[in-house]
């Protein structure tokens, strides 16, 4: 198999004085959520799908799922990589919003997948055309793809959206995947819908990273009993136990939720404004506003690619942030907003420098 490189995780590596790349909030603390973890604790797998009262964690966060709908995971990136090659077959037709966080497509891309996009339009607050997804959607069409919340727009669907994709999919005898990582980031306090009220057909994937916890590395697909039978087939192949202590961490973690998420959403507030400040004092960028999420993704109004741009502003002043183009959208960058104290501020104020010099469109 020939697989592209996954360019933003890549870039992510860069070493900078102010790193705003990244697409999750402030990390915890491992004594924020398990003060003290019992050294007779024997280091041995988790249960391959996951153990019963993590399952229950998730029961209380999804209402309406049971045991048989979940399987525990390596974060969402082994679910979304479970998934795909379950449910994918070479000569497949996949249909993807974007833009959108690269994984999933680029993992269909290299297993001889077609790959399709329908575009979320900016002009109208990153809203899906639902008549476009219509059109776009044939009978080899397997999987239509929803990263919902968004990353990087910070855009949620609204429950009518997600009820007319979800109908769209189950016509057409398609799965569809909604990549749900961003769980307990939306600003209004609601989850974002997902498709698993609309159609058999949906299915969930998302971890504990965006709660604060990237290392437990703790993920989960829900979805109909028959396809979670398959993808944990599926799982015996690709890492058969996720981590047993990752998964001590996560049930903390989601014991805490309400708590941990009202702390996020405290530190994503305060920077969505610093940013919306930033924003409405310059001619040359703007953006709309997210409505979840740990990114803003404003657009700007210079000729410069925005790798490159990224790039002079990791070289030039120390900062590093996200360039559009990884996400399928030129002109764009995508910024933290998930940091603590003033970076965010110091970041926008050297990123303003150097546009000043830069020539408008
Ligand atoms: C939409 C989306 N999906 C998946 C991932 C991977 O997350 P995890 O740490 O759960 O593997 C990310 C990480 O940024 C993401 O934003």
Redesign the pocket.
Known sequence: MRIKPFRLERWLLRNAELDLGG??VSKLRLGDVLPSLDPDTLMKYGRTDGSDELKEKLMEWFPGIEPENILITS???EA?LILNLTVLESGDHYLTENPQ?E?TTGLAKAMGVKVDEFQLREDDAWRPDIEEIKEKINPQTRVIFL?NPN?PTGAVLTRDEMKAISEIAEDAGAYLHC?N??RGSELNGEPASTPLKFTERGVVTG?V?KLGA?SPRI?WIIGEPSLIERCWVMKDYTTLGHSGLGEAVAIAILGKREQLIERNLQISRTNLKTLGEWVKKRLDFDWRQPDAGFTGFPKYEHGIGSEELCERLLTEKGVLLSPGSFFGKEQHLRINTGSRGGALAEALSRLGGLADGLSMR
Do not use: I, K
Request: charged share 10%; glycine share 24%; aromatic share 6%.
């Open positions: 697409g999750g974060g969402t990136s979304n966080y994984q990263d990353n990549d990582a961003l971890s990273s990237t993920g």
